[in-house]
């Protein structure tokens, strides 16, 4: 059975830090990635990251703030969020892909991931 399990949000103030884990099992993934969700808005990507090699992608509003890592040993994938701002406010959540076969490929289209986490509120308050 897969399951992704985020945990890490909060509510914080802008300029703060957060780092989001997320807690993957029942298979093997590939591309796995990073999403949120204001109210009323659609899904957006935030973050993504290949299995290997290091391969990495942000939206723009995020680069230079955010770092998406993984460790594959344990099964985990992280967001650490520098510098937020209250427009980062949002669910987010945790996604995997297992059908690329790629070590190197990064995924950021919300249609390539079929699996999904529930989702942590992060507040970020100005």
């Known amino acids: 059975q897969v399951q992704l399990v985020e945990s890490g949000g909060g509510l914080v103030q802008a300029g703060d830090s957060l780092r989001l884990s997320c807690a993957a099992s029942g298979r093997t993934f590939y591309a796995m990635g990073w999403f949120r969700q204001a109210p009323g808005m659609e899904r957006e990507f935030v973050a993504a990251?290949?299995?290997?090699?290091?391969?990495?992608y942000y939206t723009d509003s995020v680069k230079g703030r955010f770092t998406i890592s993984r460790d594959n040993a344990k099964n985990m994938v992280y967001l650490q969020m520098n510098s937020l701002k209250p427009e980062d406010t949002a669910v987010y959540f945790c996604?995997?892909?297992?059908?690329?076969?790629?070590?190197?490929?990064?995924?950021?289209?919300?249609?390539?991931?079929?699996?999904w986490g529930q989702g942590t509120q992060v507040t970020v308050s100005s």
């Open positions: 996604a995997a892909e297992h059908l690329s076969g790629s070590i190197r490929y990064v995924a950021f289209r919300v249609e390539e991931y079929p699996f």
């Open positions: 990251i290949s299995r290997s090699h290091g391969n990495t």
